[in-house]
């Protein structure tokens, strides 16, 4: 299971068939989140990563679309650290086990060149709330909370500001992209994890 040996530890707490241990748990519910079983992933253990850090472990995996995924024990919950897969850094998230999906939807590119909008994210991860913050202040922008697929979850409209809060109590844990569009500007993209 996300090419982890979980018949070396005991699969259940106490003696109880009804209660996973921890690290099954959050196993079952990463993969849940990004569609673990209908992406198909195909184990190739570490092909091609490099720089692991000590006390971290890195899986590579590749899925039905050709998408390379990360599963990363990182139990010490060692921060500010990062592998190289083919040259690419990747950022290690603090959590104790964690997904990463090096992909994210296509997004539609305008035929005429704008500048770029910038924004930042935070919390992120997210769990009540997250906040959206642009360099200059945005008259309208339009903000889709996408799902792991690319579905659109949610739609807000940004007015009059540099910095917007967004609640994320109706979300459920995983990962979601944040699809920015400001007219007359190139839309952008963001991902966001949300914990419970």
Known sequence: LLGAKFDASTPYQDGSLYIPN?????????????????????YLDTYHITQIPEGIEV????????????V???????????????????????????????????IPVPV??????????FPNPAKDYFTV????KVSVARLSV?????????????????SFTIPADRLSAGIYFLKLEVRNKNTAMQKIIVNK
């Open 146 to 162: 996408l799902d792991i697929l690319g579905h659109k979850i949610r739609e807000h409209l940004l007015e009059n500001g540099t």
């Open 112 to 121: 005429q060149q704008h500048a770029r909008i910038n924004f930042k994210v």
């Open 133 to 136: 913050v642009f360099p200059e």
């Open 72 to 106: 990363i024990d990182n139990w010490n919950q060692l921060s500010g650290t990062s592998f190289i897969f083919e040259e690419k850094s990747f950022d290690i998230p603090d959590d104790k086990l964690s997904i990463i999906i090096d992909s994210i939807p296509t």
């Open 59 to 70: 899986r590579h995996f590749k899925d039905s679309a050709d998408t390379d995924i990360f």
């Open 22 to 42: 921890t690290a099954l748990r959050l196993a079952i519910d990463l993969r849940k989140a990004c569609n673990w079983w209908q992406r198909k992933p195909v």
